[in-house]
């Protein structure tokens, strides 16, 4: 290949006086690309690695000044109306310059500024168009990259991870900051489709089958720290920076959602995601929304599984009083084990012996039958405090029996235990609770949130540039 265009100097002192058509300034990057190819194809040493992010660099200049171009086009068609209210803004004035990062790099847009009436407020229709009103500086395509990183892991490997792929420079802190910024508009977000779906009519989908709601929960915990740089004057006071608060975590999923991959294992294709450090009213309002968006009000049926926690309990005769309770079978199966070590002590043939008959009654039997049983290694006991442990156990079965209808379920097909809930926690402490990790109260709220959206497909809804990704998670 010959025909190469190289650029001259006529030409770029030309694009530095008018700004070029981007015919030319296109017809200008294809010349570098077919000069990068060439090297390419002589380089011994590149692999079509080097000219994958070779070719990338040449094209961003391009994609740098379509941006710019639009950007400013875009502003300056939107008429002078108040982006909240639609009223006509006065005292406007043009070239309120504004720069911020896209992903081909920075860019400049002039906007008009105007006074709404109506609102009391200093108004910038433009950046409300760009999609630029609630960020620090970046772009749409900039803040959904940077509040998908941090959600996914630890802001320095974020910041990293992003220029290596990207080339996008966002320095820890900025990352940090415009992340923390996205997962508080999630939260807005949230709470007005949570209002929502709590106010509105539920459209009676006819549903070919009635199907059946459950419902799952389950408590984690993080470790938080308030008051921040100011550890070591707290831990001379003799008070610790540091504490552990709980996060709640639920799950709801449409029984007929539940199938298996092609290698057999067990998959929810779909299933709503809540987690919130903001106690147990605010897991209760956002899963019962989560809930009604998953169809809990067409819902033939409703069922909460959860290990013995009385919160739990509480909440579902509260928020899903219709809702059956059941409690995870194998949380009761520890319960079991403890009533086995008080009998048994370290003798874990006979504890082993004891339990595995005990195990089967409970799941093909019934509770009571179990009950019985445990009532009976009472009599004889002299052990003080085998005698207070297996007591208390006995109480638990007891308070618990109607929950532990496990033959009955497993019949009707209905999962017996709150794996599903389980495996959301676990997934979740993989990133929110990492060694040496602490969170601040608004920051972890933040990027759980941004997380909830990820993994309810929702995604698109924060950041409508985006397309639908469900990545159905078990
Ligand atoms: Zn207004």
Redesign the pocket.
């Known amino acids: 290949m010959k025909n190469t265009c190289p650029e001259t100097e006529d030409t770029k002192l030309a694009a530095a006086i008018l700004p070029e058509p981007l015919a030319v300034l296109a017809a200008r990057t294809a010349c570098a690309l077919e000069q990068s190819v060439q090297r390419f194809v002589l380089a011994g040493d590149q692999n079509l690695g080097h000219l994958e992010d070779r070719a990338a660099r040449d094209v961003q200049a391009l994609l740098r000044e379509a941006t710019q171009r639009a950007a400013q086009a875009k502003a300056d068609a939107i008429p002078p109306l108040?982006p909240?209210?639609r009223?006509e803004l006065t005292s406007c004035s043009d070239g309120h310059a504004r720069t911020f990062d896209t992903r081909f790099g920075a860019i400049t847009v002039e906007r008009t500024r105007g006074r709404?009436k109506?609102?009391g407020k200093w108004r910038t229709p433009a950046d409300a168009a760009l999609g630029l009103e609630e960020t620090a500086g970046y772009s749409p395509a900039v803040q959904g990259m940077a509040a998908l990183l941090a959600s996914k892991m630890p802001v320095e490997d974020a910041s990293v991870v992003l220029e290596h792929l990207t080339g996008i420079k966002l320095p820890r802190a900025t990352l940090d900051r415009e992340a923390r910024r996205q997962g508080e508009r999630a939260q807005r977000l949230r709470t007005r489709m949570d209002q929502q779906a709590a106010t509105d009519k539920q459209q009676l989908e006819l549903t070919l089958e009635p199907y059946q709601m459950i419902i799952q929960m389950d408590a984690w915990n993080i470790r938080e720290r308030d008051d921040w740089g100011q550890s070591a004057k707290l831990r001379r006071a003799g008070k610790e920076p540091e504490r552990w608060h709980w996060v709640y975590t639920g799950t709801c999923f449409r029984l007929d959602h539940r199938g298996k991959t092609a290698g057999g294992r067990p998959v929810i294709t779909e299933r709503g995601y809540v987690s919130t450090r903001w106690g147990i009213d605010a897991l209760r309002e956002q899963l019962h929304a989560e809930s009604l968006r998953r169809g809990l009000g067409q819902a033939a049926s409703a069922l909460v599984i959860g290990d013995g926690a009385v919160w739990l309990w509480r909440l579902a005769d509260d928020r899903f009083p219709q809702a059956r309770q059941r409690l995870d079978f194998y949380h009761a199966v520890q319960h079991l084990a403890v009533v086995g070590r008080a009998l048994f002590g370290e003798d874990k043939v006979k504890l082993k012996a004891w339990l595995k008959p005990l195990v089967q009654q409970l799941k093909n039997q019934s509770a009571i039958k179990v009950i019985r049983q445990l009532e009976a290694a009472l009599v004889g006991l002299k052990d003080k405090s085998a005698v207070a442990t297996v007591t208390r156990e006995v109480n638990y079965f007891h308070e618990h029996e109607a929950r532990m209808d496990y033959r009955a379920g497993a019949r009707r097909g209905e999962p017996i235990g709150s794996g599903p809930a389980e495996a959301t926690c676990r997934q979740m402490q993989c990133r929110f609770k990492r060694t040496g990790q602490f969170w601040s109260r608004k920051g972890d709220e933040a990027l759980m949130c941004l997380e909830t959206f990820w993994r309810n497909g929702r995604w698109h809804l924060l950041f409508p540039h985006t397309a639908p990704v469900n990545p159905a998670r078990n």
């Open positions: 108040c909240v209210c009223k709404c109506r609102c």
